[in-house]
């Protein structure tokens, strides 16, 4: 019940501010939704509920908005984010492995959409998407598996750096100019086309709903798992778990593997909906950023990773009298909150364990 | 009811004296690399704007939205939905960066927002589509570099080496010029790709030195542009260098200082200072106190506002309205601070100039006004 | 031949800016087991400082280059210092127990904040800035190869600052306290070592190397942009992996060893030239998973 009241509330402010158009109701707004967190903070308030419940959320959500092409874009473009940060989630989160090289795993993602789609189904071709990525991802398994923190770190950076600059003087993948993608079609759908009198996005809404519900599902089967719980083991402590007899390698490759299939799914779903990729979307800061809402929800939290997400996406394009001034408040912030909330906004709750 | 006819009268009035206002929309980037040229080309729409609101003869009242397309193509499909979902936007004059712009187009074209774009150079903008929605004011780099080669060549030199770095902008250059230069007789010594962000350029040139080029033709931008120049220098590479639109700027002289003597560089339409309306703009858009300078595409962007604002007062304030205003057969050379503007089939601006310039004490002269062409002074061999 | 030792002396200056990078990030990690990431940008800040201070002395009428040149260098290590010091007390040393993934990523916040700082703060900052010639500019030609003076005096002076770093660390009372906590804070705190002074000026320390690389940069290359920092900071760090984190010549290798797989990678691929970060950073992956702990590895012992 509180739960569904918290849903109803969460829906209603996200549509008032999507809509909101003048800096005064936006600052307003936003000051409401500061004060509200801080109350819940100090409250200690826990919520509970099944997650059908945020998913009906989003999906009202966008009936409400189902004319306003821009906010529907701004809800798939979180929901793809989401997804992309949830099999981030996994390697950090569960497995300890840090990769600092998010934004090319959903780039190949992005790139294996735009060449196959026109050869194959489209459905076909999300899934090949995450598994192109698992794949360049394995090139990355043995510097992975053999480094740690800072080291590993640096394999993933290197990646990220080597990956944009091979996209931009590579010609045949389309260079600096990009790919552009065709109209994704699956099925009966096409995703171009008006639903009715409302905004072709809904459709997209939809298809992002649909992966974040299965994302979320096996990352949450994941944990709840004996298999997350020895994720959780790797990462705490790896020589306890190996002298329980658990195989580092096998969870760290699993996991890394997972994550990367994932974060490639989406960014061939983004790929379609932008309809266009180019090398600089893939950048090493586009990395950051994911990480950054990854620390920012509270790594290992799903919930939190979400409301990351949205934060991150809508403020600075509801923040519009900043301008150029965004990225130094963007930084300004996530080093604020890092400071004074250093597991995030959701932190993970410690795992119980039913006897 | 008495009180109600006195505010209606009063409502009638007032509707009377103040203007409906329009929104239109001005995209570019206004961060990250590009963000200089961005924001100039942004204070340059806003100055037509704010002079337009001042002009009393005007119909409307324009708001000018601005939009943030980071130079990256997701940003900008982003941008181009907010402002082509507005029904309030009627137009925009939108994009510098080739690669978001060439994403973009799509998006105006779906929701049917007329846009001129104001920097762009990729000539696939226009002549990619067909769609009705896309207008362009600065020219393509085909016309540039037809020029510069031909002028390449009838200057005597005849083995150039190229550095253009791998964006659309620097690989078209690269192209075009390479096209025209061979065509014209001449030969490409060498052709290195470098990224947009590279600092050191030591060991290209140094290869580059081996081929014993009698030019060096630059297809980029300002910044690596001037750490090129200034290398050069360093390793003794004393050959003439030959540069593109994306340098003509003061940045690049002030960056460079004596270094950048005898550079050359072609740039579409004519200078902005040698039109009457263009002195007129630069002295306005000092007068308003923008703490950035107009960069080179500063005035494209202002006579797109421009043109863009004409069609408003022509047309009224509707998207398919302003879409017929700016059709080939209204736009035929039309007055602007960059020259006449003729849009062809596919709104292209088929700026009939190219203005050459050359780096002379400290500024971009018009090559015909140069000591060089007299024979004062000589360029590089 | 003489191609060749152009090649060799473009390497070097790079080897050398990079290496100063790397000993700052390996300096830091030593004492406080954290990687400073806006350590590039701070050497950006450095050179803006420097240009600064030449910009105001010339303005009232200094024109000797001696002066300006140490104007220009007093500048630059102050604002860095400031900079590195301010980012270690009031960033780094309060999150020192949390995850190091969140030191990562707030320096790496910081390093953006100073580097938007100086696109929006300093004058016309979005495009690059002038960068004085203040030493002599003349130079041998012997044939393809162009040696320079100013290169041979940066050269050594960076090369000698290293050296004295090292001898700082090796052969004084501050070294020692330095090394002391660098091995074991604990202790080093019982042995009554102020750990949290001993970190400051270790900061201090690496800031004022950041700034001669800074100086460095804009003396090289004659031109100064606000976003130097970002690149020179990922292959700093590259470096000080490479070479092994909280080592010294590991540092310095690494930096070398950078610059010499970008000159290779440029002269190798022919007209391709642009691949050349391509190949350096994937050679950086392949010798991570040959060595995963630096070329001088970072000796580490298991705790069961």
């Keep these: 019940m509180k739960a569904a009241a918290v849903a109803a509330v969460a829906t209603a402010f996200a549509w008032l501010l999507l809509r909101a158009e003048s800096q005064t109701s936006i600052s307003l707004l936003l000051l409401l939704a500061v004060a509200a967190g801080v109350a819940a903070a100090r409250l200690r308030f826990r919520l509970s509920g099944p997650s059908v419940l945020a998913f009906a959320a989003v999906a009202v959500l966008a009936l409400l908005l189902r004319e306003d092409d821009f906010s529907l874009l701004l809800l798939t473009r979180i929901l793809i984010v989401v997804v992309a940060c949830l099999g981030l989630n996994v390697q950090f989160g569960y497995a300890g492995v840090v990769n600092f090289a998010g934004a090319s795993f959903f780039g190949v993602g992005g790139y294996t959409a735009a060449i196959l789609a026109p050869r194959l189904p489209h459905l076909l071709v999300l899934l090949l998407g995450g598994a192109a990525a698992a794949l360049v991802g394995s090139i990355l398994i043995l510097p992975v598996l053999r480094t740690r923190g800072h080291y590993a770190a640096l394999v993933t950076i290197a990646f990220a750096l080597l990956f944009r600059t091979f996209l931009e003087v590579n010609d045949t993948l389309g260079g600096p100019q990009g790919l552009k993608l065709p109209e994704l079609v699956i099925g009966p759908f096409h995703f171009n086309d008006p639903v009715f009198d409302a905004s072709f996005y809904l459709r997209y809404v939809a298809l992002g709903l649909v992966l974040a519900a299965l994302a979320l599902g096996v990352v ?124 995030g906004l959701l932190p993970r709750p410690l795992r119980r364990l039913k006897t | 009811m008495r009180f109600a006819a006195v505010a209606l009268i009063a409502l009638l009035s007032f509707a009377a004296r103040a203007k409906e206002t329009v929104r239109i929309a001005f995209i570019g980037p206004l961060t990250g690399g590009n963000s200089a040229i961005g924001l100039g080309g942004r204070n340059s729409a806003d100055l037509a704007v704010r002079l337009r609101n001042a002009d009393a003869k005007a119909k409307y009242t324009y708001d000018l939205v601005v939009l943030d397309d980071e ?46 774009v104001w920097g762009a150079v990729l000539p696939d903008i226009t002549y990619k589509n067909d769609f009705k929605e896309v207008h362009r004011v600065n020219g393509t780099m085909i016309n540039q570099n037809q020029t510069n080669a031909k002028f390449m060549s009838e200057h005597g030199y005849k083995n150039v080496a190229i550095i253009h770095d791998t964006t659309d902008y620097g690989k078209g250059h690269d192209k075009y010029f390479t096209q025209f230069f061979t065509q014209s007789g001449g030969k490409i010594a060498g052709d290195f790709g470098v990224t947009a962000d590279q600092q050191d350029f030591t060991a290209e040139l140094t290869q580059l030195k081996g081929l014993k080029p009698d030019a060096l033709y630059f297809g980029g931008l300002t910044p690596i542009g001037v750490r090129i120049r200034a290398q050069m220098d360093k390793l003794g590479l004393g050959v003439q260098f030959d540069g593109t639109s994306g340098i003509v700027n003061d940045d690049f002289i002030k960056a460079l200082g004596p270094n950048a003597e005898g550079a050359l560089a072609f740039r579409e339409g004519a200078p902005a200072e040698k039109l009457a309306h263009g002195k007129e703009f630069l002295e306005q858009y000092n007068k308003q106190g923008y703490t950035q300078p107009p960069e080179a595409y500063g005035p494209f962007a202002y006579a797109a506002a421009v043109l863009l604002m004409d069609a408003i007062e022509k047309a009224g304030p509707d998207r398919k309205k302003i879409i017929a205003q700016l059709s080939p057969a209204h736009v035929k050379d039309v007055e602007s601070i960059v020259g006449k503007i003729t849009f062809d089939d596919h709104g292209q601006n088929t700026v009939p100039v190219i203005t050459k310039y050359v780096v002379q004490d400290g500024k971009w002269v018009m090559w015909e006004d140069s000591e060089y062409a007299s024979g004062k002074r000589k360029l590089a061999k | 031949m003489a191609l060749l030792g152009q090649y060799a002396m473009n390497g070097a200056m790079l080897g050398m800016m990079y290496a100063l990078v790397a000993v700052g990030f390996t300096l830091f990690f030593g004492v406080l087991d954290v990687i400073q990431f806006s350590h590039g940008d701070v050497v950006a800040a450095g050179a803006f400082a420097g240009l600064l201070a030449y910009a105001a002395l010339s303005f009232f009428g200094v024109h000797a280059p001696g002066v300006l040149l140490l104007a220009v260098i007093l500048a630059a290590a102050l604002a860095t210092i400031v900079v590195g010091v301010l980012v270690a007390r009031f960033l780094v040393l309060p999150i020192k127990g949390a995850p190091q993934l969140n030191v990562l990523l707030v320096t790496l916040m910081m390093g953006t904040v100073v580097r938007e700082c100086i696109r929006l703060f300093f004058p016309n900052g979005s495009q690059p800035q002038r960068f004085p010639a ?164 970072e000796r580490v012992s298991e705790r069961v």
């Design chain 1, 220 to 343: 949450q089967r994941l944990e709840r798992s004996w298999i997350g719980v020895a994720l959780d083991a790797v990462r705490l402590d790896e020589i306890a778990a190996a002298s329980f007899g658990l195989s580092i390698a096998r969870w760290k490759i699993a996991a890394f593997t997972i994550g990367n299939f994932i974060t490639g799914v989406a960014g061939a779903l983004s790929a379609f909906m932008i309809g266009f990729i180019a090398p600089n979307n893939y950048a090493f800061s586009e990395s950051l950023i994911l990480v950054s809402i990854l620390l920012l929800g509270g790594i290992g939290n799903p919930w939190g990773l979400a409301l990351a997400s949205a934060i991150v996406i809508v403020l600075p394009e509801k923040l519009q009298t900043i301008q150029e001034y965004r990225f130094l408040i963007f930084a300004a912030v996530v080093i604020l909150i890092l400071l004074f909330r250093p597991a």
């Design chain 2, 71 to 116: 130079c990256k193509p997701d940003a900008g499909v982003q941008m181009a939905t907010k402002a082509g979902s507005d029904r309030t936007i009627v137009g925009g004059v939108t994009n510098y960066c080739s690669v978001v712009a060439m994403a973009a187009v799509d998006t105006y074209h779906r929701f049917g927002l007329p846009v001129i």
């Design chain 3, 134 to 297: 203040l030493l002599p500019s003349s130079g041998w030609n012997l044939g393809a190869f162009y040696l320079r003076f100013d290169n041979v005096i940066l050269l050594t002076c960076g090369g000698l600052l290293i050296a004295a770093t090292h001898l700082l660390i090796t052969r004084t009372r501050l070294g020692l306290a330095i090394r002391a906590v660098a091995q074991d804070e604990e202790t080093a705190r019982t042995m009554g070592i102020d750990f949290k002074r001993v970190v400051l000026v270790t900061f201090a320390l690496g800031s004022v190397l950041a700034a001669f690389a800074g100086v460095m940069d804009g003396l090289y290359y004659n031109e100064v942009f606000f976003g130097m920092g970002l690149l020179l900071g990922v292959i700093g760090f590259a470096a000080a992996i490479l070479g092994g984190l909280g080592n010294l010549y590991g540092a310095i290798v690494g930096g070398f060893l950078f610059a010499a797989l970008q000159t290779v990678g440029a002269v190798a691929l022919p007209f391709a030239s642009a691949y050349k970060d391509v190949f350096a950073f994937g050679v950086v992956i392949v010798l991570m998973a040959v060595r995963p702990t630096g070329l001088i590895g």
